[in-house]
């Protein structure tokens, strides 16, 4: 295997991942650290933001986990992990301001959160039939016809187009949370700076996350290049 390839399409993805894991984890735990001068919680943060949206038929949850915060459209829930629901810090705010904007994106129709949703299901059963053919492909690539390899390859686009219709969806969640956390009240400009570095470190995974997609999707496309000019 041509070293520049192997670099490229997985030593690159991979440690570009472990790279913006390691980004999140450090930036939440000390922005975590860090109370806000209002001291309100992370939950009371994202009600106000809602409330100012004029979404009242969405309920905030507590759940159990770190990072483990999300906002479910198809029953209208607002997930904080403890530390970010109970929390008062710069971290516990950005967070919960996200997942509330997902909720307001959620509310006006954003066009990439639509899209988004819409590719759940395909993308769940994607996942499973991409990671049978990655495994396979990669050990007895020379095994297998062009047939299991185009599945393969359909399977990752999919998830690849998920991950990218992911992108907007998130940076657009990010933006609407620090303008509502200045414009709301709940903290002041110069708190801003822990946030932003919370939710910009957790972009990054969403970047690796289609890197690394993008990068499998190429390998396969790489391997079925190779089968035809052997044949």
């Known amino acids: 295997m041509n070293p520049l390839y192997l670099i490229l399409l997985f030593i690159g993805p991979m440690l570009f991942g472990f790279y913006a894991q390691m980004k999140i984890r450090s930036a939440y735990a000390k922005n975590l650290q860090v109370g806000s001068r209002g001291g309100i919680t992370g939950r009371e943060a994202a009600e106000a933001v ?28 607002l997930a904080l ?33 639509t899209v988004r949703q819409t590719l759940v299901p395909v993308t769940q059963i ?21 047939g299991l390899l ?33 414009g709301l009240g709940i903290l002041d400009r110069d708190e801003m700076g822990g946030v932003k570095e919370t939710l910009d470190a957790a972009a990054l995974t969403y970047v690796a996350a289609f890197i690394a997609a993008l990068g499998s999707l190429l390998h396969l496309l790489l391997i079925l290049m190779g089968n035809r000019n052997r044949d």
């Open 50 to 77: 809602i409330r100012s949206a004029g979404i009242n038929d969405v309920e905030i949850v507590e759940v159990p986990g770190q990072l483990s915060d999300h906002y479910d459209p198809m029953h209208k829930r």
């Open 81 to 113: 992990s403890s530390d970010n629901y109970r929390g008062t810090s710069l971290a516990a705010l950005g967070v919960a301001a996200h997942e509330a904007g997902h909720a307001i994106q959620h509310k006006v129709g954003y066009s990439m959160m």
């Open 126 to 146: 994607a996942s499973s039939v991409s990671t049978f053919v990655m495994i396979a492909g990669f050990f007895l690539a020379g095994a297998f016809g062009p």
């Open 150 to 182: 185009w599945i393969g390859v359909i399977a990752l686009s999919v998830i690849c187009l998920f991950q990218f219709v992911t992108l907007p969806v998130e940076f657009d969640a990010s933006r609407r949370a620090k303008e509502q956390l200045v």
